[in-house]
């Protein structure tokens, strides 16, 4: 059985999937660890970031465990780029309507998911949105926008404000930077995305690797619609690119 949550669609019969998330289990897929998070922290939207969604709200801050990338220089890799299964004594068990009852109380006036990838938490997320709506508290997220058209669509529903990580623009370099052989299924996802969700698109910036793909991304971005937002931010590169020299602001 192949999971359909990210365009991996890795085989489970095999194992467990490549971002230790999912399993399969009498011919269904599962969450290996339903309902776990490693956040769940009230802060201003902007620090997600979002500049142009709910501007000055104040949200809950959710993240799981585990990606279906693997960026060299990631920023979180402490927690998506480990084992899922080596975090667990930090990890909280807090069932969806707890999380949005806290969400609540705290104050907040949506909840984001962020630090990791939300594609490897899907079925815990739909749970929680199902609370949210109840209690009229939107949903975002940061994705990385691999997933597929499935899962793309079941993100639609559960999140009305997404920010997309268009991290370059050619297959290269997803390739060697990211691991993954085809940038186009994320290319898809941001079509997909814009026209239901309010979208915001993030590029970080690695000099002399991927700058000069920035009016690229401008021009696919504009062709989409002009008003989407773009952060172009300075990498500061951690994880196994640490060691590099930080983009020049010269």
Known sequence: MKCQFCERTCDLTKGRSFCGM???????????????WCTYNPSRIES????HAYPGSRSMIIG??????RCRYCSN???????????????YTIPAERLVAMAKKMGCHNIVFNVNEPAVSLPSLERVRHYARKEDIPM????NGYTTEAATRMMMEIFSFVHIGLKGFSNAF????????????????????????????ASPVIEDVNDHE??????????????????????????????SLYPNID
């Open 174 to 201: 997803y390739r060697e930077f990211v691991g993954i052989p085809d940038m186009a299924p994320i290319l898809r996802n941001i079509r997909m995305f814009a026209q239901t969700c309010h979208v915001e698109i």
């Open 22 to 36: 999912y399993m399969e289990e009498n011919g269904r897929v599962l969450e290996r660890y339903p309902d776990q």
């Open 64 to 69: 799981t465990a585990g990606c279906n990338f």
């Open 214 to 243: 920035l009016f690229d991304i401008a021009q696919f971005i504009h062709d989409i619609r002009p008003d989407i937002p773009w952060h172009v931010f300075r990498l500061l590169p951690e994880h196994h690119m640490k060691e």
């Open 140 to 143: 975002g997220c940061l994705t």
């Open 77 to 91: 890799g402490f927690i998506a780029c480990k084992d899922p299964a080596d975090l667990q004594e930090v990890m």
């Open 48 to 51: 997600v970031p979002f500049y």
